[in-house]
Nanobody
Framework: EVQLVQSGGGTVQPGGSQRLSCALP?????????IGWFRQAPGKERERVAC????????YYADSVKGRFSISGDNAKNTNYLQMASLTPEDTAVYHC???????????????????WGQGTQVTVSS
């Protein structure tokens, strides 16, 4: 497991944008990891949002965020990002990033694939 540090979040108006960051520790190989973003709204189950293989550059997006959210990574900073746009109140949730070292070509954007989790950050979309 690795310690992930999240930043970003807060309150934004509907239609607005926000960027979340998820930093891997220094000294770990950025390209070895698959990064996922998950969210959980009050009274709802945790939902996958987007995932990315840092080594391959391949991505996955939930249907609910396709075309609005973008996952990316910066090797030099050991950090991944979730850029969110056209936000709606339905996007309000606690967002967690997760990391898993990729040992095989196959990976999955599901919560049980990941063993390291960030502390979570609240995103509230409200006017």
């Amino acid at each position: 497991e690795v310690q992930l540090v999240q930043s970003g979040g807060g309150t934004v108006q509907p239609g607005g944008s926000q960027r979340l960051s998820c930093a891997l520790p220094r000294g770990v190989a950025f390209s070895d990891y698959v990064i996922g973003w998950f969210r959980q709204a009050p009274g709802k189950e945790r939902e996958r949002v987007a995932c990315m293989s840092n080594g391959e550059g391949t991505t996955y997006y939930a249907d609910s965020v396709k075309g609005r959210f973008s996952i990316s990574g910066d090797n030099a900073k050991n950090t991944n990002y979730l850029q969110m746009a056209s936000l709606t109140p339905e996007d309000t949730a606690v967002y967690h990033c997760a990391a898993q070292i990729q040992t095989r070509a196959e990976w999955a954007c599901v919560d049980y694939y990941f063993t390291s989790w960030g502390q979570g950050t609240q995103v509230t979309v409200s006017s």
